[in-house]
């Protein structure tokens, strides 16, 4: 996934956030809203927070950034909180996927950033029963039984590389392997 200036997840402080914020308003940024980063007010409902998410689990991951207005002015964050996103996604999305939240302060205003992985295990839904994808700057919903079995595929070939690693195969006993050899 796509780092915060070129930073690892770890390593992103407020000046970084802030930096993205001052170049949030060129036409060119990379930072718009976008495949792999999203706005959102500190009034956002669950339920598009949830959405977003878990379009983002569902492709390629992503940034969620609250506390951003419309105007991309920065709002700040009183009503969410990492505990209440945390919350949300658990209660909202199946299965639930990986996120870390951070919390930064730019200009004494509380901004809270979502890091969402690209999902495992898809395809993730939302509690409404809807399974989303990220495409340019919007999430959509899937519709379709291409898309949808994309999704499975992605499962299925996950499972099957994670059985690759942690499978063995049988030993036979009593014949000579290269261990004993």
Not at 12 to 36: A, M
Not at 107 to 134: A, M, Q
């Amino acid at each position: 996934m796509i780092g915060i200036n070129g930073k690892a997840w770890d390593n992103v402080r407020s000046s970084d956030i802030k930096l993205i914020l001052e170049r949030i308003n060129g036409e060119d940024s990379i930072f718009d809203e976008s495949t792999f980063f999203e706005w959102k007010a500190d009034k956002e409902s669950s339920s598009k927070l949830a959405k977003e998410i878990c379009a983002f689990s569902n492709t390629f991951g992503g940034y969620v950034f609250i506390g951003i207005n419309n105007d991309r002015t920065i709002g700040g964050c009183e009503q969410w909180t990492e505990q209440r996103i945390h919350t949300t996604v658990f209660d909202s999305i199946t299965p639930t996927p990986q996120i870390d939240v951070k919390r930064f302060v730019v200009d004494n205003k509380i901004i809270l950033v979502v890091r969402v992985e690209e999902g495992t295990v898809p395809p993730y839904i939302t509690n409404e029963g809807r399974i989303y994808s990220r495409l340019s700057s919007g999430s959509f919903p899937i519709k379709d039984a291409t898309s949808l079995a994309n999704l499975i595929e992605k499962r299925r070939d996950t499972i099957r590389k994670i059985a690759e690693k942690i499978e063995m195969r049988p030993i036979e006993i009593g014949k000579e392997t290269p261990a004993n050899l």
